[in-house]
Structure formats: structure tokens, C-alpha cells
């Protein structure tokens, strides 16, 4: 008997959130106590099986392989963890004794639980999802301690399907995983590579025998120059793993997906592994030269992590091109479209021309259903479907608002004077005459508790139960609270707390032109957390003023300064779809303009304090090394050309959160903020040496403590971290707030950490002028 050829049509992964966030809403049901375990897993049983009649009608064959069995309650790291029994020591109780671990415990790793922390939440590649660090220590014994993956095989093949499971590969999961607490200096996680790879070993020959005729292993980390391991080792590694796992006694055909870029040279790597299909990343990548295999190529020529329908014709001559590199050749998407949300027929409220440019996860699973006919009888089969894209894609150039003459005259004009503060011992003096703050300055950085009694009246605003006017007013009493609040606590420099923005990139999406905004798309971003990310199709201008009425009401009610709040370009742009059709750096500035006189509106309405928040800076650097310096160049640049059109007594933040700043410090040294807050707290202050030796010369707010657990920092904990700060930062240069914005955490949290970190600020203010 031939083994089953790879499906000449599939996809590397689907939304696993449900259209309209069922699994969202049944997960946080269970974590309120209002639904059962059993409950929560029959919710999610259902969604697996619409999912998979969903692919079926699109297109996918229901027994061919093409449907990936890809789902998670919470994360496809944290899946791969528990399933090799990776649980870190600290949560050893939670292991029952046959070594598996429930539904309540596999969510205690993901969000901790009294003093054991979560497991790290850290970014996916160089996307807005963010996976759970494993931790992996000499200790960690190796078993296979789950069949969840197992049960969802059997669970489709008893109701007539053959899907084929999806698991992060053992290279990846080793590469992405920290050292344990307490593990030797010079280990790596990726030291265990052979006492974990008979534990895939295991689970492939459970997979086959619940029926699934291939396996997808995910190892995108293969992509990735951001690696610390060096390459000779990856290579390697990957190399034993294949081998290895190639050699297993029972086992499906394996595939090995690559997303996120080029193999660049771990492609002739697996090229001399036994498995059966390497899939290529054509979306960032190009076609590889001087490579011939007789595997399958699967070719992900349909961009996985946008939602532009984009060049199918283009796409369809890559798949040509890529057969003169294999006799069999297939054709998917470039990354999982778990990035994009489910289908644009759920946005009734988008222009309809806008809508013909589209394409969302479902019909990008019908345009590879189109791609894989074309494979299978020749272009003349779609000619229909390749002219209708290219139609749009003509319309999509021409249309009114993709290119502004205004936009793109101002951005001509600009010179390197547009780029540039003066020099900062000036803005410095200047700031502390205007300010009069306090040595060892608090603030926070921005967003206050979203409650839901927000949520839920902005809810009722945008259905029209409640006027304008009610909602205004709502809101000015939200600020007016918060604003009393801090200073009752005694915060040097306020903030409105941000209770108008549903968040704070789609706020300024539904504020500019050349954005919009969608209803349900929703896109998974950590857990049970979603974002709707904007979609940036046109030129952007300003039409109005966007934040000056709530802070310059803000300031109204207090005599300490009020800090505007804004969201920088380079977020901006990471966390929303982005127009393809120029280089990014061109849509920055566009960006850019819009805030610099959004800053240059706040500054005359009295506001003395701006903060330009760039938490994304991080994530959008590329993870080919030779693509980095023009992109920090250009994000950079966008930066300081939003921020260099104010007077220098006008103080200038920025924020940096959810990643590892060391290999950007440079970068963000550059942004000439007069104010940096980063988090820092979490990972002990870790990055404080960083910006010590980069020479940091102005204000600086390393993160005192971690918002994202609703655990409650001592005072002693608090000083410690602020002491660590002041043994490496010049006293004068330190600033006081926590970690992130507030907005994910509820207010008795917040009121006692913030008192905490208020009282551990005055204690040190203390010591230091005692001496
Ligand atoms: N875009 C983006 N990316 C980011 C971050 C961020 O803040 N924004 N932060 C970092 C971490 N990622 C995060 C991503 C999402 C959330 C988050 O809190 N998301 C909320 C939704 C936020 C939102 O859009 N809220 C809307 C819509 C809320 C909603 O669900 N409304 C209900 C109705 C309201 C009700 O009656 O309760 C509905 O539509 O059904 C609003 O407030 O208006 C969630 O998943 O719950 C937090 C952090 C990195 N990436
Ligand atoms: C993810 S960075 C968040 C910054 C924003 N100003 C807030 O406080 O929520
Ligand atoms: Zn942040």
C-alpha cells in the first residue's frame, strides 16, 4: 500500500477563538466558577466539530489530511509543554499521580495562583500573539502526560473526518523554552533534546493509531536569527530530530511546517532528514535556489498573518516555480491564519469596495482551495478566480484615499530639522522649571481597570441606548474618579486612566483616515485576551484633534501635571493590518504626522507631559538580522518626527512593555524621549544593566511592579526593585510606575499595589536624603 500523498490544499492552522469568541467567553465562564470542566470541554468539542464541517464546505477534503486538528484552550507552547510533561517544579502539586495534569491546573500555569507565578508570557515571532515560556531544567523528567491531542484525532476520525494534528516540533519547543530556576550555568533546554525526542516518538504512534495519516511539527524557530543558540547547534539539532523521529517504528508521514520566513540553510538540512513534506514560508521568503528534493514542497503562498486578498495570480506562478524544485508540490497558508480573524462576511459595516479587497481566514481557506485546483488541472481550471483577484487588486491601486496628494506632499517636504529636539540639557532645565516634580517622580502608564460597567457603556453607546452626550458624561466621572484616586495615593504625575479607548490602537484606527475598523474581527492575542486589529488601507491624515477635550478636562480638575496619552506609529502599525502596497517606513511617517500635531494640540491646550507609547518597537523587529537596521532606522525616525514638533519644555515619555528590550536599547536610546518607561519588573530588573551601558542619559521608569497578576507588591518588594534600579541608574534619572497600563486588572488591586509602590518611593526618597 503507497502511503497518502500530502494534501495538495491545506491550510497550517485556523482561529481557534470561535467567530463570535465562544471559546473567549466558555473559558472565562469556567474561570468564574460559572461553568464545569465538563461543560468547558463540550464548548470546545463543538467548536472543533463547526470548525471542521466550516473547512469542509470551504473547500479542505474531510479525509484527506488537509484539515489540521490545531485547537488550544489557552496556547499552543503551553499545549506542547504539558503533553512532554514539561511542568515547571513550582506546580508539581498540580500533577495528578499518572503524571497528567487537568483543565485547572493546565490554566494555574497560565495565569499562577497565590505566590507561584505564571509561567513567562513572552512574543510569538514577530507577531502580537504571545506564548507561555516553558521552562525546562535538568530535572525535567520527559514523559507523555497528555492525549489531549490524541482524543481531538479520534475525536474527528468517529465522526468521519481524517485531520491531521498539529503540535509545536521538539527543535522549537526546546529553542523557545528558559533554563529552570536553579539550572546550571552554560545549560540550555535544547541539551535535552534526546530524552525528549522518544516522547514525540510516543505520541506519533498514538497518533497513528487513532487514525491520522500525517503530523504537522511547527518550527518556525528554524526561520529565526533572534536565536540565541548558534546556528551550527540548531542545525544540528535539527538534523538528530528528524532523523530520529524519521526513524520512529510507527509513526504518520511527517510534515514540518516553517512559518515566519526563509530555511535559508536549515532547508538542506531537513532535505536529508526522512521526513516526507518541508513547508516553505513563500509569503517572506523567496523561492530557495540550488535546492532539489523528491519530498513534498508545500508552498504557503497565501499570507497567514494579513488579511489582503492580495496577488493569487502571483501566487499561483510561485507554486510553478516551486516544481522545478519537486516533482510534488502543495500548496498552503504562509503562517496559521490563527492571526487573521474568521470571515469578512461578518462585517456588514465595512464598505463593500474595501470588502473586495479582503480576504479573512475563511476565504483565504477558499483561495487555496483555488490555488489547489489550479495544481491539480492547470491554471485554465481558475483562470476565473485569478482575473477576479487581479481586478481587485487593479480597483484596490486606484481607489480614492489609497493615495492622498495633501499626505504625500507634506511627507515630501519634511527635513532632517523635522527629525530632531534640541538639545536635551536645554529641555531639561526648561521641563524642571515648568514641572516642579519631586525626586524619584510616580506615575503609572496610562490605562486605569477597564470595568465592566465601561465596556459595558460604551457597548450601549455604539447601539444607541445611550446618547453622546450620556456617554461623555459617563466617562468625565470615570476620569474624575481616577484622577481623585491618584491623588489620594499620592501619584506625582496623573493620568486620565484611558476609559474611552476600547484600545489603544483601534481608538486611534476609528479616529484617522485611512483606517478601518471591523465588529468581529477578532484576533487572539494571549489566552482568553483579543484584539480587533485595525485596517490600515489608506493614507492617514488627521481630521480633528482625538485626545485633547478628555486631557485637557483631566488637567482642569488637578494642580499636578496631566500626562497626554498617545499610541506611536510603530504600534500603531504592528497592531493592525497593514497596506502592503509601500514600505512600511512610508506608512510610519504618515502615522507619525497625524500624532506630531495631535501633540502639537495637546501641548497648546496646557499639557506639559506627552507620552508616546511604542510597547510593539520589540516586535516588529524583523528576525533576519540584515533587515534589522533599516527597521529600527525607519521606527526610529517615526518616532522622533511625531514627537520633535514641541517646545523643549514639553516633556516627552515613551513606553516599552512585553518583550526583551536588550537587543533594542540602542534603538530606544535613539528615540530622544525625554522620559523611557519600561517593564522591568517581572523579570527582576534584568534590563537595567542594559541601559546602563548604553549610556542612557535621560529620564528613565524601569517597571516596579508586575500588572499582569492580580498579586499585590509589598512595600518591601517594591523598594528592593527601585534600590536595584538606583545601584545602576543615576538617582536623578529615575522615575517610579509599574510595569504596564492597568487596564486588564480590577481596582482593589490596583489601589493597594499603587499605595504600595507609593509608600516604597517615599521610604527610599527617605533613606537617599539622609545621607
Ligand atoms: N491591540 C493591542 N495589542 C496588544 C495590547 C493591547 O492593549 N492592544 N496589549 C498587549 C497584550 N495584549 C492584549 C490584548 C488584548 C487585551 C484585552 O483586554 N482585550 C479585551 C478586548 C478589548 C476591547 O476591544 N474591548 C472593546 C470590546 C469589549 C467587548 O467584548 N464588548 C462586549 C460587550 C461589552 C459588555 O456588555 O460587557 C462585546 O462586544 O460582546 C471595548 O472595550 O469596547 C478582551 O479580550 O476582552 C489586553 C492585552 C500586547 N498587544
Ligand atoms: C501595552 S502598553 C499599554 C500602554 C497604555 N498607555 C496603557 O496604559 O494601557
Ligand atoms: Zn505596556
Redesign the pocket.
Known amino acids: 500500500m503507497t502511503a497518502p500523498s500530502f494534501p495538495t490544499g491545506s491550510i497550517l492552522g485556523y482561529p481557534r477563538i470561535g467567530r463570535r469568541r465562544e471559546l473567549k467567553k466558555a473559558v472565562e465562564a469556567f474561570w468564574a466558577g460559572s461553568i464545569t470542566a465538563e461543560e468547558l470541554e463540550s464548548r470546545a468539542a463543538e467548536l472543533r466539530r463547526v470548525t471542521r464541517e466550516r473547512l469542509t464546505s470551504l473547500g479542505l477534503g474531510a479525509t484527506d489530511s488537509s484539515i489540521p486538528e490545531a485547537f488550544s484552550f489557552y496556547d499552543q507552547v503551553l499545549d506542547a509543554a504539558v503533553t512532554v510533561g514539561a511542568i515547571p517544579t513550582r506546580f508539581e502539586s498540580l500533577v495528578a499521580a499518572d503524571g497528567t495534569i487537568d483543565l485547572a491546573g493546565y490554566f494555574t500555569i497560565a495565569r499562577g495562583e497565590g505566590n507561584n507565578t505564571p509561567a513567562e508570557m513572552t512574543k510569538w515571532f514577530d507577531s502580537n500573539y504571545h506564548y507561555l515560556v516553558p521552562e525546562i531544567g535538568p530535572e525535567t523528567r520527559f514523559h507523555l502526560a497528555s492525549d489531549r491531542l490524541i482524543r481531538e484525532v479520534a475525536e474527528a476520525t468517529t465522526s468521519g473526518f481524517r485531520t491531521r494534528p498539529v503540535i509545536v516540533g521538539p527543535v522549537t519547543f526546546l529553542l523557545l523554552s528558559k533554563a529552570s530556576e536553579g539550572a546550571p550555568e552554560g545549560y540550555q533546554p535544547l541539551d535535552r533534546l534526546d530524552d525528549l525526542l522518544p516522547v514525540y516518538a510516543e505520541l506519533l504512534a498514538a497518533l497513528t493509531a487513532v487514525g491520522a495519516d500525517w503530523v504537522q511539527l511547527d518550527e518556525p524557530a528554524l526561520v529565526s536569527e533572534s536565536i540565541e543558540v548558534p546556528r551550527a547547534e540548531v542545525l544540528a539539532a535539527t538534523k538528530r530530530a528528524y532523523d530520529a523521529l524519521g526513524a520512529a517504528p510507527v509513526r504518520p508521514q511527517i510534515f514540518v511546517a516553517a512559518p515566519y520566513g526563509s530555511l535559508d540553510d536549515a532547508l538542506p538540512v531537513l532535505g536529508e532528514t526522512p521526513v516526507e513534506a518541508i513547508g516553505l514560508d513563500l509569503v517572506r521568503g523567496s523561492l530557495p535556489t540550488g535546492f532539489r528534493t523528491e519530498k513534498t514542497l508545500v508552498g504557503g503562498v497565501v499570507d497567514g498573518h494579513n488579511i489582503w486578498r492580495g496577488d493569487l495570480s502571483a501566487a499561483f506562478d510561485t507554486l510553478e516555480a516551486l516544481r522545478s524544485l519537486s516533482p510534488s508540490v502543495a500548496v498552503t497558508s504562509s503562517t496559521s491564519l490563527f492571526h487573521t480573524p474568521h470571515d469578512v462576511a461578518d462585517e456588514p459595516l465595512l464598505d463593500e469596495r474595501l470588502k473586495s479587497w479582503l480576504a479573512f481566514a475563511d476565504q483565504k481557506v477558499a483561495q487555496i482551495a483555488t490555488l489547489a485546483t489550479g495544481l491539480a488541472e492547470g491554471r485554465g481550471a481558475i483562470q476565473g478566480e485569478l482575473d477576479a483577484a487581479s481586478a481587485a487588486l487593479a480597483d484596490r491601486r486606484v481607489a480614492p484615499g489609497v493615495r492622498d496628494g495633501d499626505v504625500r506632499a507634506r511627507a515630501a517636504a519634511l527635513t532632517e530639522a523635522d527629525f530632531a529636539r534640541g538639545d536635551y540639557a536645554e529641555r531639561l532645565a526648561a521641563q524642571e522649571a515648568a514641572l516642579h516634580l519631586p525626586f524619584l517622580p510616580t506615575t ?4 486605569f481597570p477597564q470595568t465592566g460597567g465601561i465596556r459595558k457603556a460604551r457597548a450601549a453607546n455604539a447601539r444607541g441606548e445611550i446618547s453622546e452626550n450620556e456617554y461623555i458624561e459617563f466617562l468625565k466621572s470615570e476620569i474624575k474618579s481616577v484622577v481623585e484616586l491618584q491623588e489620594r495615593i499620592g501619584i506625582d504625575v496623573i ?1 486620565h486612566g ?1 476609559p474611552e ?1 476600547n484600545d ?1 490602537v483601534q481608538y486611534f484606527a476609528e479616529h484617522l483616515d485611512g483606517f478601518a475598523v471591523t465588529q468581529n474581527g477578532w484576533v487572539q492575542s494571549y489566552g482568553s485576551r483579543c484584539t480587533r486589529p485595525s485596517i490600515l488601507w489608506g493614507d492617514v491624515a488627521r481630521e480633528a484633534p482625538i485626545t485633547v477635550e478628555w486631557s485637557a478636562y483631566t488637567q482642569s480638575l488637578t494642580d499636578k501635571p496631566v500626562k497626554g ?1 498617545l ?1 506611536g506609529p510603530v ?1 500603531i502599525l504592528a497592531w493592525s493590518f497593514v497596506r502592503d502596497d509601500q514600505p512600511l517606513g512610508e506608512t510610519a511617517n504618515q502615522v507619525a504626522l497625524a500624532l506630531r500635531d495631535e501633540i502639537e494640540d495637546l501641548e497648546a491646550a496646557g499639557i506639559g507631559i506627552i ?1 508616546v ?1 511604542e ?2 518597537l520589540r516586535e516588529l523587529l524583523p528576525l533576519k538580522k540584515a533587515d534589522q537596521p533599516a527597521y529600527l532606522d525607519w521606527s526610529v525616525r517615526s518616532f522622533r518626527l511625531a514627537t520633535s514638533g514641541v517646545a523643549p519644555k514639553t516633556q516627552i515619555h515613551t ?4 518583550s526583551e528590550f536588550g537587543v533594542v536599547i540602542d534603538a530606544i536610546n535613539k528615540l530622544d524621549a525625554d522620559v523611557t518607561s519600561i517593564e522591568a519588573a517581572r523579570s527582576k530588573m534584568e534590563v537595567v544593566p542594559d541601559i546602563q551601558h548604553s549610556g542612557f542619559a535621560r529620564g528613565i521608569g524601569p517597571g516596579v511592579y508586575d500588572i499582569h497578576s492580580p498579586r499585590v507588591p509589598s512595600v518591601e518588594e517594591v523598594t528592593d526593585l527601585i534600590e536595584i534600579a538606583l545601584g545602576s541608574i543615576p538617582e536623578r534619572q529615575v522615575w517610579i510606575n509599574p510595569d ?4 486588564t486588572r480590577g481596582y482593589d488591586e490596583t489601589v493597594a499595589s499603587l499605595t504600595n509602590v507609593v509608600a516604597a518611593t517615599r521610604a527610599v526618597r527617605e533613606r537617599v536624603h539622609a545621607h
Not at 513606553?655 to 512585553?658: D, G, Q
Open positions: 503609572t502608564i496610562g490605562s493620568v484611558e479607548r489603544m496619552m499610541t504600534t507620552q507609547d510597547p510593539a513606553h516599552l512593555c512585553y504596564c497600563g492597568l487596564k
